[in-house]
């Protein structure tokens, strides 16, 4: 029987983000994640080595997604921050393991994350647009280009950390995620706003 390799490395990547994001890395083993795809954990450790390259791996895999999906060239004003933090939000929201994956990291305490470098090249990169619409004056420069930035992203994503709270926060509101939504683009354009 012929093997397909790229479709039988796919499935074991979606189960193995599925597996990841529920239980972490300690939490969940090779052989959970292979049973989930279907397939062998030996052909899972040919393809991806341990557990912790597998999880290092998956998390650089989900982090090129979002990086894809919600690029950040430019700024062109406070709203473009509030557009940015917007889709920031809906990229969590149509895919909560990535929330979830980069929690469970957090919590292993990790003096280096896998491929650290390659990814504080990425968000520096996302520092520098900050910085240069800052310098530009296009946007406020009150708050320090890497702290605004930060404070975008989680925004967007805390919704997804803790919805237990989000919910019972607004257990008075039934328009839900929409009015979420608008309210974290507000609060980035009024960051970003300048005095």
Same mark, same amino acid.
């Given at each position: 029987?012929?093997?397909? /390799?790229?479709? $039988?490395?796919?499935?074991?990547?979606? &189960?193995?983000?599925?597996? !990841?994001?529920?239980?972490?890395?300690?939490?969940? /083993?090779?052989?959970?994640?292979?049973?989930?795809?279907?397939?062998?954990?030996?052909?899972?450790?040919? *393809? !991806?080595? =341990?557990?912790?390259?597998? !999880?290092? $791996?998956?998390?650089?895999?989900? %982090?090129?997604?979002?990086?894809?999906?919600?690029?950040?060239?430019?700024?062109?004003? #406070?709203?473009?921050?509030?557009? *940015?933090?917007?889709?920031?939000? =809906?990229?969590?929201?149509?895919? #909560?393991?990535? /929330?979830?994956?980069?929690?469970?990291?957090? %919590?292993?305490?990790?003096?280096?994350?896998?491929?650290?470098?390659?990814? $504080?090249?990425?968000?520096? +990169?996302?520092?520098?647009?900050?910085?240069?619409?800052?310098?530009?004056?296009?946007?406020?420069?009150?708050? #320090?280009?890497? =702290?605004? +930035? !930060?404070?975008?992203?989680? %925004?967007?994503?805390?919704? *997804?950390?803790?919805?237990?709270?989000?919910?019972?926060?607004?257990?008075?509101?039934?328009?839900? &995620?929409?009015?979420?939504? +608008?309210?974290?683009?507000? &609060?980035?354009?009024?960051?970003?706003?300048?005095?």
């Amino acid at each position: 029987m012929a093997w397909n /390799t790229a479709e $039988t490395k796919r499935k074991l990547k979606d &189960a193995a983000v599925a597996e !990841f994001a529920a239980h972490g890395l300690d939490g969940t /083993t090779m052989e959970k994640i292979a049973r989930r795809a279907g397939l062998n954990k030996e052909r899972l450790y040919s *393809y !991806f080595g =341990d557990k912790p390259q597998l !999880f290092a $791996t998956v998390l650089a895999d989900e %982090l090129n997604k979002v990086a894809a999906a919600v690029p950040l060239t430019e700024i062109e004003g #406070p709203q473009a921050v509030g557009d *940015y933090a917007a889709d920031v939000y =809906d990229y969590h929201s149509a895919h #909560p393991e990535l /929330t979830r994956l980069l929690l469970w990291e957090g %919590l292993m305490d990790l003096p280096e994350v896998p491929d650290e470098a390659a990814r $504080t090249d990425y968000y520096r +990169a996302k520092v520098a647009v900050f910085e240069r619409a800052q310098r530009e004056g296009r946007i406020s420069g009150r708050i #320090p280009a890497a =702290d605004l +930035a !930060f404070l975008v992203l989680a %925004l967007a994503g805390w919704w *997804y950390a803790v919805p237990q709270m989000a919910r019972m926060m607004h257990a008075d509101n039934a328009s839900g &995620a929409s009015s979420n939504r +608008a309210a974290l683009k507000e &609060a980035a354009v009024r960051l970003a706003a300048p005095e």
